[in-house]
């Protein structure tokens, strides 16, 4: 249960570490002079969209896997939008275990066809992740799987923290962080690595307004399960933080802001231009920030989590015509 379960200590997130140094590779961090002139202040971005499944998920899966393989468990179930699930399964070949990755109605085409790719055990069932949610317990009872939950799990902090701590170590002079956020393990992540590493360091939360949960959860200090979960952003696209994430991140975020789903497609021409890479909703929802709040933070140097590329390119192509038909 999420309320017996700890903030990872420094001890855990290095030995995450170095696992995931046998697996993945450690993602580059370039300034970005475009962005930069955009934002109002000196911003790097770290490329998570280099690793294996095109973001960061596999940092968490690949060591909360581990933590319980070595407890005799030998298949998993989750449910996800996409990125989390193909972490799930890129660690689970990897670890020789079974998973089974239960996805919502209208997930993101490229991220099934991706997890179709990896030979994943994919079910689509439930209207949205909570539905999902709720069918892959069942699935673990009847067939004897370890349920996991992105945002409820230790092990999957502890392994997404290792991007801030990598990070800290290619720019020490870091003062700023932007994070995209929807369930909540990710800016979870980033706030405990900071605590532990770098206290000074600002943590900036972003969110779509069509899925504002973490937003409000932060915002009204309790935790919120929203009825408005409509984004096309399948990276920020859950109705409630997790309870064990929303209880790392609420006490640490600095700052929390939401744009709208326009902020976010603009925010993706806009990375395509500044980065020449495709922005998935949640690696824009940064940059939408500062397009929707100019002059609202005073940072010399930040960087922008670009958690991951895998946008279906009928979504692509929709957004590029949008911005072209707007420019004319």
Not at 13 to 25: K, T
Not at 209 to 221: D, R, T
Not at 321 to 326: A, L, N, R, V, Y
């Amino acid at each position: 249960m999420s309320d017996v379960l700890n903030p990872p200590a420094l001890e855990e997130i290095s030995e995450a570490r170095q696992l995931i140094s046998g697996h993945l590779p450690i993602t580059p961090l370039y300034p970005s002079p475009a962005l930069s002139r955009v934002a109002g202040f000196n911003v790097w971005v770290k490329y998570e969209n280099h690793l294996p499944t095109g973001s960061f998920k596999p940092r968490g899966a690949m060591y909360q896997l581990e933590v319980l393989r070595r407890q005799g468990i030998e298949g998993v179930v989750t449910a996800s939008t996409g990125n989390h699930g193909l972490g799930i399964t890129f660690a689970a070949q990897a670890l020789r275990m079974r998973a089974v990755i239960v996805i919502p109605e209208g997930t993101d085409a490229m991220k099934v066809n991706k997890l179709n790719a990896l030979g994943a055990e994919v079910r689509t069932v439930g209207k949205d992740l909570l539905e999902s949610c709720d069918h892959s317990r069942e699935i673990a009872e009847r067939e004897g799987l370890s349920f996991i939950e992105d945002g409820e799990a230790a092990g999957l902090m502890a392994g997404a923290a290792t991007l801030t701590m990598e990070l800290m170590e290619q720019h020490p002079n870091i003062e700023a962080v932007f994070v995209p956020v929807g369930g909540g393990n990710l800016i979870g992540s980033v706030c405990r690595a900071v605590e532990l590493a770098r206290p000074d360091v600002k943590v900036i939360g972003v969110q779509s307004e069509a899925a504002p949960a973490a937003f409000l959860s932060w915002e009204q200090k309790e935790w919120i399960l929203s009825d408005l979960c409509e984004t096309f952003a399948g990276g920020l696209a859950t109705s409630y933080p997790g309870k064990f994430a929303y209880s790392v991140y609420v006490p640490r975020v600095d700052d929390f802001v939401l744009v709208s789903e326009n902020d976010l497609k603009s925010a993706i021409t806009g990375m395509l231009d500044a980065t020449g890479f495709v922005a998935e909703g949640a690696a824009a929802a940064p940059l939408a920030a500062c397009l929707k709040y100019p002059g609202r933070w005073k940072f010399g140097e930040a960087c922008f989590l670009f958690t991951g590329g895998n946008l279906a390119r009928e979504t692509l192509a929709d957004i590029l015509t949008e911005s072209q038909d707007g420019d004319g």
